[in-house]
């Protein structure tokens, strides 16, 4: 099969802080860190989503992303490692886990988001994609994803080979997934050893009786340092060794084997194959460093304060409280985006149009780094604060989110709108859908164009304004409104 490997799961928001300790608490005897630097990366389900991508998959990522800021800071780090997100709405607060180091040693972990929550419902276009998919990971972290009814009789039903991650809190594995990878330790809590048993022992019966309880092809144990042991068809195990013992951090060691064994199957390797392969990445990736050397990050310094959101419409907050109560109350939530660098009437015509077509509406604004890329050197002329400020303070807008991407793709997947408008001049019958119209397909979106105050632009008014001389009044012609539905009926133009 040619479509891209899907990972299926639970999402969590990892950050690694590092600092130094020089004294203990004056009120407890406990060390006191002083943080230098601090990195987030996707966990769970999105660690291994990126660590699939990061060895030249093309991979889809199905996981349920709530409407806080994490859920917003975990769409962005998705977007920029590669992996096309399909969100289910999340009842809840994004499960955050805070590692503190101390001169490469972990003093303690700090875990917060409490119990997981709801998962909503898949879209059509998830179960298709599972479908036609070339291997699907189901990366379980025992948040709820793997339990969705919807999810789990569309993994049962695909012809796509099957990895299944179990978490001992997390529901059994659907019937016929090809290979189950559980750990030592996950082996012991689902399966009870008796007294007195080998490790080896203890692993190929606990093996052995995962495979016969979830109808499974195959499950491999993995071993830490000493590999993985594979039970299959018969009665003899496969010991797997790893290629040389390591000492590092093992951290997301486990989800490197099992996107590393889905890569395999996709690409065609038997199951016994696909294990060995695992074994040597997951072996290699510890010795070179762990997750910090996989996916290194550009680290926020201490020193930096973190941005302020500028105003009580503005920032992932303002945006997530909005998006909240619109979806509780069953209406429609609208987003549009843009540089609007010189905001103008044109600008205010789209914004109120685009309110008109829901309950809320969010506005995504490129940030200045982001309109320097798409604009040149010279712009924005406004900064990005002043920028959300303004727009923030119209009637229309319920709340600004600004985002660094060329694109609003990871902003659009956290949001997960029901429309999302541009403005523009469509002569209708032939232009190509919107780009973000593919995007918003993924949970049953849709993308309208709205019509826009003709004589109004932004460019020209920079470069009138730097000739010194004086914009032209505005026009009083707006342009009608023509209904041409592309052909999958999701994008609405403008015509004259």
């Not at 319920?398 to 985002?403: E, K, P, R, S, T």
Request: charge should be neutral; charged fraction near 20%; hydrophobic fraction near 45%.
């Amino acid at each position: 099969m040619t479509g891209p490997v899907v990972v299926v799961g639970d999402i969590l928001l990892d950050r690694d802080v590092e600092g130094v300790v020089n004294r203990l608490c004056p009120d407890s005897p406990v060390p006191v860190l002083d943080e230098s630097t601090a990195v987030d990366r996707p966990g769970g389900a999105g660690l291994a989503a990126v660590f699939a991508a990061a060895q030249g998959a093309e991979v889809a990522l199905v996981t349920a992303l709530a409407d806080d800021a994490g859920g917003a800071r975990l769409a962005e780090l998705l977007a920029a490692a590669g992996v096309r997100v399909y969100a289910l709405p999340l009842r809840g607060v994004t499960c955050e886990k805070i590692r503190l180091h101390a001169r490469g040693r972990v003093l303690l972990r700090h875990d917060r988001g409490g119990a997981a929550g709801e998962s909503g419902e898949p879209s059509e276009a998830v179960l298709r994609m599972l479908a036609t998919a070339s291997a699907v990971l189901v990366s379980d972290y025992g948040r709820g994803v793997a339990r969705q009814p919807a999810l789990r009789a569309a993994l049962a039903g695909t012809r796509a080979p099957v990895v299944w991650d179990p978490h001992p809190r997390g529901p059994a594995a659907v019937p016929g997934v090809h290979l189950a990878t559980p750990n030592e330790s996950e082996v012991r809590e689902l399966v009870k050893a008796g007294p007195g048993a080998s490790r080896l022992a203890t692993a190929s019966r606990g093996a052995q009786e995962l495979r016969r309880r979830w109808r499974a092809g195959a499950v491999t144990v993995t071993l830490g340092g000493d590999g993985a042991l594979l039970c299959h068809a018969g009665s003899t195990p496969l010991v797997v060794p790893a290629p040389a013992s390591a000492e590092g951090d093992t951290c997301g060691a486990g989800d490197r084997f099992a996107a590393t064994a889905a890569i395999a199957l996709s690409r065609g390797a038997l199951v016994s194959e696909a294990v060995q392969a695992a074994v040597t990445e997951a072996s290699a990736y510890v010795a070179a460093g762990g997750v910090a050397a996989a996916l290194p990050a550009p680290p926020r310094t201490a020193s930096a304060p973190p941005s302020r959101p500028g105003g009580p419409r503005i920032g992932a907050g303002a945006a997530a409280e909005v998006v909240a109560r619109v979806r509780a109350a069953g209406g429609t939530v609208v987003a549009t985006g843009g540089c609007f660098d010189l905001l103008h009437a044109g600008h205010v015509a789209t914004l109120e149009a685009a309110r008109q077509l829901g309950d809320c509406l969010v506005v995504c604004v490129n940030s200045d780094v982001s309109v320097a890329r798409l604009k040149g050197p010279d712009r924005p002329v406004v900064p990005q604060g002043d920028r959300s400020r303004l727009l923030a303070a119209l009637g229309c807008v319920d709340a600004v989110l600004v985002f660094e991407e060329p694109t609003p793709e990871a902003a659009l997947t956290w949001l997960r709108p029901d429309v999302w408008v541009k403005g523009g001049d469509y002569a209708g019958g032939g232009e190509p859908a919107l780009p973000e119209a593919e995007v918003l397909r993924r949970w049953g979106g849709h993308t309208v164009v709205v019509p826009y105050l003709d004589g109004r632009s932004t460019t020209d008014m920079i470069a009138v304004a730097r000739a010194g001389g004086v914009p032209a009044g505005p026009r009083s012609r707006v342009l009608g409104v023509g209904v041409a539905p592309d052909a999958d009926g999701t994008t609405i133009k403008g015509a004259r």
